[in-house]
Structure formats: C-alpha cells, structure tokens
C-alpha cells in the first residue's frame, strides 16, 4: 500500500522548518481558532522566518482576523501590506478589508470571495 504524504494548503513552503517552529505554527492556528489572541502570539513571537509569518498571515485572512493579520504582515517586515491594512478601514465590510490584505499576500482567489461575500462587486471589478 502506498500512502502519499501531501502537506495541508496552509502549510505550504514550511516543510523544511525545525519542529519547534512546527509546534509554534500548530500551536498559533489551535489558539487562532479557539479566540485566545495572547497564546497565539507568545506561541510564534519569536519566529523570525517571513515563509512561516507569511504562511500565518494567510491563515489570518481565511480565519478572518485581521487584527492578527497586521502583527504577522508586520513581523513580515511587509510594509506595503501592512499600510493596506490600516487604508483599509474606511471600508465597512471586514470581508472588503480582508480581499485588500488577501490580495497582497497573492491570495487572488480568496479575495473575490471575500468580494463576492459582502457584496462589493465595485471592488471584484476593479480586482478584475
């Protein structure tokens, strides 16, 4: 029997990374998931690789915490993401302000969901 081994969307570009770092990402997505903001930042704080800040930062737009989303682009060192982000709060809708950060992590597709999720097709067209 063969099993193949593919790794989880999320964790994408992240094979090569020592197992502390392994156990500080799950640990950030469970304590992400949960609502516990302060455990999931301690847990990867001191993280200095941008693949797995980046890898976070996605899984922030998908969980819808933009609030996380600015630390990670922030420890990113992505300053043209993290300035989206507080252009972004003219904007009503947080699934409008997710697209705008979702579209600089490369996240095209997500970002017309998040349009077509709240209704700004203004917004899906200008992505188009």
């Known amino acids: 029997m063969i099993i193949l081994r593919r790794p989880m969307k999320d964790f994408i570009g992240l094979e090569n990374v020592d197992e502390a770092t392994k156990k500080a990402i799950m640990n950030?997505?469970?304590y992400?998931?949960?609502?516990?903001?302060?455990?999931?930042?301690?847990?990867?704080?001191?993280?200095?690789?941008?693949?797995v800040w980046q890898n976070m930062a996605q899984m922030c737009?998908?969980?819808?915490?933009?609030?996380?989303?600015?630390?990670?682009?922030?420890?990113?060192?992505f300053a043209r993401g993290a300035r989206v982000v507080r252009e972004t709060e003219k904007e009503r809708e947080i699934e409008a302000r997710l697209a705008m950060v979702a579209i600089q992590l490369n996240m095209i597709d997500d970002a017309k969901d998040l349009y077509k999720e709240c209704g700004r097709y203004d917004l899906l067209c200008k992505l188009h």
Do not use: H, P
């Not at 992400?32 to 693949?51: C, F, H, P, Q, W």
């Open 32 to 51: 992400l998931t949960v609502g516990n903001m302060d455990e999931a930042y301690n847990s990867v704080r001191n993280i200095k690789n941008n693949t």
């Open 61 to 77: 737009v998908k969980t819808k915490r933009l609030d996380v989303a600015q630390v990670c682009l922030g420890n990113m060192r």
């Open 28 to 30: 950030f997505s469970f």
